[in-house]
T-cell receptor, first 112, second 117 residues
Framework: RKEVEQDPGPFNVPEGATVAFNCTYS??????FFWYRQDCRKEPKLLMS???SGNEDGRFTAQLNRASQYISLLIRDSKLSDSATYLC?????????????FGGGTRVLVKP | DTGVSQNPRHKITKRGQNVTFRCDPI?????LYWYRQTLGQGPEFLTY????????KSRLLSDRFSAERPKGSFSTLEIQRTEQGDSAMYLC???????????????FGSGTRLTVV
């Protein structure tokens, strides 16, 4: 089983719609969680950290469910520029080590 | 210093040749990481340094791969006797030593795309 698993998609989303997707992680002791965004043939860029209480950043909302070991990302009012691959990222060791483990990514295509 | 810099951006090499990539991290960042990414996959961890010390190496890093960070600043990743399976994007990232959750994020360079023919 992979440490971090994601639905590869693609999720085809009409412009203005809401899209949500999850990822699951296998290490129950994982400490830190992130969503990164990666455009085609570009480097990953940090989108947002994911906190236990859930957090919002503009149109983006991230949730963490430790009991079920999954993280979610919701995008409201989708824009064409939201088309990208979204990488779920877990730091299994927290402060003891900063080695991030990446999922395979979920591809989102926002269409007019 | 505007970010993490990687050179070259692209490298095409013949099977069996040696290649070396360079990464210049953000100057205030103590930690430097190397990842490899193939098409349709997420980045896979290869190794990381804290200052000049190499603290961890993945099992993915065969003995043909070696990484150095001699002065705790830039790093090089060398692949000897390249194979077609080495074709990938090699990403370098840097970070501060984590003290808070907000510090855990990496800043990635643009990567070096290696094609072995």
């Amino acid at each position: 089983r992979k440490e971090v698993e994601q639905d590869p998609g693609p999720f085809n989303v009409p412009e203005g719609a809401t899209v949500a997707f999850n990822c699951t992680y296998s290490n129950s002791a994982s400490q830190s969680f992130f969503w990164y965004r990666q455009d085609c043939r570009k480097e990953p860029k940090l989108l947002m950290s994911v906190y236990s209480s859930g957090n919002e950043d503009g149109r983006f909302t991230a949730q963490l469910n430790r009991a079920s070991q999954y993280i979610s990302l919701l995008i409201r009012d989708s824009k064409l520029s939201d088309s990208a691959t979204y990488l779920c990222v877990v730091n299994p060791l927290g402060a003891a080590g900063n080695k991030l483990t990446f999922g395979g990514g979920t591809r989102v295509l926002v269409k007019p | 210093d505007t970010g993490v810099s990687q050179n070259p951006r692209h490298k095409i090499t013949k099977r069996g040749q040696n290649v070396t990539f360079r990464c210049d991290p953000i100057s205030e960042h103590n930690r430097l990481y190397w990842y490899r990414q193939t098409l349709g996959q997420g980045p896979e961890f290869l190794t990381y340094f804290q200052n000049e010390a190499q603290l961890e190496k993945s099992r993915l890093l065969s003995d043909r791969f070696s990484a150095e960070r001699p002065k705790g600043s830039f790093s090089t990743l060398e692949i000897q006797r390249t194979e077609q399976g080495d074709s990938a994007m090699y990403l370098c990232a840097s970070s501060v030593i984590p003290g808070q959750v907000e510090d855990y994020g990496y800043t990635f360079g643009s990567g070096t795309r290696l094609t072995v023919v």
